[in-house]
Structures are given as structure tokens and as C-alpha cells.
């Protein structure tokens, strides 16, 4: 059974469908972030939704000034920019992540490869209420009968 999500866009629908809807809604509000902090948004993006978490993707992130600067050998200058940038976002992104899951954002990672041109934004959102801990887990999670 999934897990039950809250939020503004819990509106009582199939959970499926919500997970979908919500996913969608947040890719592209990392897709927006990201096109305001750096002038121009990935252009793929697809997240997962974990019952503590939300792991984007995202493809095509450099602009064509990072292009230039990768392809004459100053790849970790682009990445070191990128890290700024995304320190820049995290307040606003986690903010918009907040609102869209409805659950408090506890922790923000974001990293980028320069060929492939990818990015992830991870979001660790603070547990649902009735969550307990799993055997080896270090957060809260959904409580599964023992030997699954």
C-alpha cells in the first residue's frame, strides 16, 4: 500500500495518482529554480518520492558559458559555481518543496557530473508523525511486519 502523502495537493485522489501529480510539480519547480538562479532551467527532470525524501534528476543543467569553460578544462570551476548557485536556491527550493509536500524540509543536498551533463537536488523531509524507526535506519520510516 503507499504511503499516504499530505499536503496541499492531497485532495483525497488515488494515491498513485497523487504521487504522480506531486512528482511532476515538483520537478518543475526545481526546473524553475534552477532557470532563475542560472538564467536557464535543465531541460529533463524527474523525481522520486521516498517516504522521507525527494531525489531529482535532472539532464541538460549547463548553460553555454559552463559548455565552453568544461570543454577548456575548467570543469571544476562549473561545478564550484554550480555548488554556489545551489547554496544560493536552497532557502527559496526547500521553501517551495515544503509547500508542495506539506512536510518540513531537514536537509538539502545537490551535486552535478559535466559529462553526462547531469544534477541531482536531494530533499530530506522531516518523518510523518506515526513513523518509527527501522531495524538500521537512521530515520523514521513505515513499520513492516518482521521478515520482509
Do not use: C, Y
Request: charged residues 25%.
Amino acid at each position: 500500500m503507499p504511503a499516504k502523502r499530505t499536503g496541499p495537493i492531497d485532495r483525497g485522489e488515488d494515491p498513485i495518482a497523487h504521487q504522480g501529480e506531486l512528482a511532476a510539480a515538483i520537478s518543475n519547480t526545481v526546473v524553475k529554480a534552477l532557470a532563475r538562479t542560472t538564467g536557464r532551467g535543465p531541460t529533463k527532470a524527474k523525481t522520486t518520492l521516498g517516504d522521507n525524501g525527494v531525489f531529482v534528476v535532472l539532464e541538460d543543467t549547463m548553460t553555454k558559458g559552463e559548455h565552453s569553460l568544461a570543454d577548456a578544462g575548467e570543469g571544476q570551476l562549473v561545478l564550484d559555481v554550480r555548488r554556489r548557485w545551489q547554496a544560493v536556491m536552497q532557502a527559496d527550493v526547500s521553501r517551495e518543496i515544503e509547500e508542495l509536500t506539506g512536510r518540513r524540509v531537514v536537509g538539502f543536498m545537490s551535486d552535478n557530473h559535466i559529462d553526462p551533463d547531469l544534477a541531482v537536488e536531494v530533499f530530506v523531509l522531516e518523518p510523518l508523525p506515526d513513523a518509527a524507526p527501522e531495524p538500521g535506519s537512521l530515520l523514521p520510516g513505515p513499520r513492516r511486519p518482521h521478515g520482509h
